[in-house]
T-cell receptor, first 118, second 111 residues
Framework: GAVVSQHPSWVICKSGTSVKIECRSL??????MFWYRQFPKQSLMLMAT?????????EQGVEKDKFLINHASLTLSTLTVTSAHPEDSSFYIC??????????????FGPGTRLTVL | LAKTTQPISMDSYEGQEVNITCSHN???????ITWYQQFPSQGPRFIIQ???TKVTNEVASLFIPADRKSSTLSLPRVSLSDTAVYYC????????????FGKGTTLSVSS
C-alpha cells in the first residue's frame, strides 16, 4: 500500500513555543491530506483538511490561528502548533488519499507524532 | 457521512477466528467500507476495503450483505499480536472527503 511518513515521531517542547510537524506521501501525490488528533484512550478526531495550493479547511472547534497548516507541494503538508500549551499535548496523525486507480476512499495514515508540552 | 456502530470490546484466544460486525444503516450508494487496525502510539493501518459481497486478502476477509447496512471483519486464527483497536469506516469517492472515526472495537487476544 501507499506510504505516508511523519516527522518528528515525538517532540517535547516548553509551553509557549511553536512546533512544526511534517507529513509526506512517499510514493504518491496527494492533493489533499488530513490531520487528526488523538487523546489517550480515545478515537481519532479530524482537525482539518489540507489542500495543496489553497487554504486548509478546519473542523468546528479547531482554532485555525493556533494550528497552522501549509500544503506547499503534492507530497508535503505541515502542521504548526503555535504557542503550544500543555492541553495541546496529544498524538497527531496525518493521512493522505491517493487519487486515480486506487479507488474507494482508501486513506493511508502516517505513524503519528507524539507532542508533549511541558 | 455514515455513522458506524461497533462493539466496544471483544475478547478471544489465540488460534480462534474473530468476527467483528459493524452497523452502518445510512450508508450511501457510493460509499466503500474500510477497516483499519491501530496499535497504541501508531497510526491506523489499512486492513481491507470492500463495496459489496465478500473481499479477502492475506490478513482478513470482509463480508458485506446485499443491503450493505452492515459488514463483518473476519480475522482467521488470531494471535497475541492481533490485540489492537479495529475501526470500521464508510466513505465515498468524493475528493477531499476525510474519514470520520467512531469509537472502534478493542480486541484483546489471550493465550
Amino acid at each position: 500500500g501507499a506510504v505516508v511518513s511523519q516527522h518528528p515521531s515525538w517532540v517535547i517542547c516548553k509551553s509557549g513555543t511553536s512546533v512544526k510537524i511534517e507529513c509526506r506521501s512517499l510514493d504518491f501525490q496527494a492533493t489533499t491530506m488530513f490531520w487528526y488528533r488523538q487523546f489517550p484512550k480515545q478515537s481519532l478526531m479530524l482537525m482539518a483538511t489540507s489542500n495543496e495550493g489553497s487554504k486548509a479547511t478546519y473542523e468546528q472547534g479547531v482554532e485555525k490561528d493556533k494550528f497552522l497548516i501549509n500544503h506547499a507541494s503534492l507530497t508535503l503538508s505541515t502542521l504548526t502548533v503555535t504557542s503550544a500549551h500543555p492541553e495541546d499535548s496529544s498524538f497527531y496523525i496525518c493521512s493522505a488519499r491517493p487519487g486515480g486507480t486506487h479507488g474507494g476512499d482508501t486513506q493511508y495514515f502516517g505513524p503519528g507524532t507524539r507532542l508533549t508540552v511541558l | 457521512l455514515a455513522k458506524t456502530t461497533q462493539p466496544i470490546s471483544m475478547d478471544s484466544y489465540e488460534g480462534q477466528e474473530v468476527n467483528i460486525t459493524c452497523s452502518h444503516n445510512n450508508i450511501a450508494t457510493n460509499d466503500y467500507i474500510t477497516w483499519y487496525q491501530q496499535f497504541p502510539s501508531q497510526g491506523p493501518r489499512f486492513i481491507i476495503q470492500g463495496y459489496k459481497t465478500k473481499v479477502t486478502n492475506e490478513v482478513a476477509s470482509l463480508f458485506i450483505p446485499a443491503d450493505r447496512k452492515s459488514s463483518t471483519l473476519s480475522l482467521p486464527r488470531v494471535s497475541l499480536s492481533d490485540t489492537a483497536v479495529y475501526y470500521c469506516l464508510v466513505g465515498g469517492h468524493q475528493a477531499g472527503t476525510a474519514l470520520i472515526f467512531g469509537k472502534g472495537t478493542t480486541l484483546s487476544v489471550s493465550s
